[in-house]
């Protein structure tokens, strides 16, 4: 199976910058999605990762590195609208290609 | 608005009931999922439709049914669950099972008394 890990709470100030942290373990890997959810509502696509490095995206950014099998959600000039759930998930081949998530990182940004 | 629509928004239904809830979806998707969210637990994926045919059952109880007449529209039928079956029930669809990006729907808040 796959193993898929990130903080469950982080809290930061407006304005600032937030790095959220994603690791996994797991085999065929094909790669790795980033998803904003506010609660009550659908999780909403951030980011796609399946190639080593940064892929930037306006405020947002995420990183992946295969060899460690890690990844980060990187939020520039926080917002009060950011405060949201953020969830990582894990692509891989021998599943089918389905995805598999993380538990998600509560993010609140404090004024 | 995701394209993704999921009724009803919330649901309250007793252990003996049977009621069903709907999903569409307007982006012209041929793969469609169910997810189940439960408090403090991943989503975890429950069905996958390709082309209206099942291609995944992810160990899900029985009395979870699910039915896809047509590329646009997926239902979850249910009868006899638990107060555990309580959840946020997401609908979602991608391109095709290749891989391409999931879209979700709104979700439908379950309620088990």
């Known amino acids: 199976g796959q193993n898929i890990d990130q903080p469950t709470e982080m809290t930061a100030t407006e304005g600032a910058i937030v790095q959220i942290n994603c690791t996994y373990q797991?085999?065929?890997?094909?790669?790795l999605f980033w998803y904003q959810q506010h609660a009550g509502e659908a999780p909403t696509f951030l980011s796609y990762?399946?190639?080593?490095g940064l892929e930037e995206k306006g405020r947002f950014s995420s990183f992946l590195s295969r060899s460690k099998g890690y990844s980060y959600l990187l939020l520039k000039e926080l917002q009060m609208k950011d405060s949201a759930s953020y969830l990582c998930?894990?692509?891989?081949?021998?599943?089918?290609?389905?995805?598999?998530f993380g538990g998600g990182t509560r993010l609140m940004v404090k004024p | 608005e995701t394209g993704v629509t999921q009724t009803p928004r919330h649901l309250v239904m007793g252990m003996t009931n049977k009621k069903s809830l709907k999903c569409e979806q307007h982006?012209?998707?041929?793969?469609m999922y169910w997810y189940k969210q439960s408090a403090k637990k991943p989503l975890e994926l429950m069905f996958v439709?390709?082309?209206?045919?099942?291609?995944e059952n992810n160990s899900v109880p029985s009395r979870f049914s699910p039915e896809c007449p047509n590329s646009s529209h997926l239902f979850l039928h249910l009868h006899t669950l638990q107060p555990e079956d309580s959840a946020l029930y997401l609908c979602?669809?991608?391109?095709?099972?290749?891989?391409?990006?999931?879209?979700f729907g709104e979700g439908s808040w379950l309620t088990v008394v």
């Open positions: 979602a669809s991608s391109q095709d099972r290749s891989g391409n990006t999931i879209y």
């Open positions: 797991t085999s065929g890997f094909n790669g």
């Open positions: 990762n399946v190639l080593d």
């Open positions: 998930a894990v692509r891989v081949y021998n599943a089918g290609n389905m995805l598999t």
């Open positions: 982006l012209g998707h041929n793969a």
């Open positions: 439709y390709n082309f209206k045919e099942q291609t």
